[in-house]
């Protein structure tokens, strides 16, 4: 699963990234992610599709409407049409590979990255 090895990825830079495997949008797990949005103070989202009105957007609305200080990182497809290529080919265009999503939150986030021994 890719947000399992994207938390793999982050966690060798000391960040601990609770899972939540979400399989729909509708009606939101709000009693799951509102508490650890609470806990937590920053959640990520992934998703394959769309980002506009996907996933992402039922979080960001659910915590807004909640009240809870946390901020939300959206990763998913733009609304923008792509390329035919094959599954992995395009999650690679789209930034969607588990080291592509750890570079994304590791950037958003200001975490610095261990310097490279030679």
Do not use: W
């Amino acid at each position: 699963y890719p947000a399992m090895q994207t938390a793999e990825i982050l966690s060798e830079h000391g960040i601990e990234a609770t899972v939540v495997n979400a399989r729909f949008a509708k009606p939101l797990d709000e009693a799951l992610i509102l508490p650890l949005a609470r806990q937590i103070g920053k959640v990520v989202t992934f998703e394959e599709g769309c980002l506009m009105g996907g996933f992402g957007s039922a979080v960001v609305e659910s915590i807004m409407d909640a009240q809870v200080p946390a901020s939300v990182l959206r990763i998913g497809v733009p609304d923008l049409l792509v390329d035919h290529a094959t599954p992995d080919q395009s999650k690679a265009a789209l930034g969607l590979t588990p080291a592509q999503m750890a570079e994304r939150i590791l950037a958003t986030y200001q975490v610095e990255k261990p310097a490279l021994v030679r």
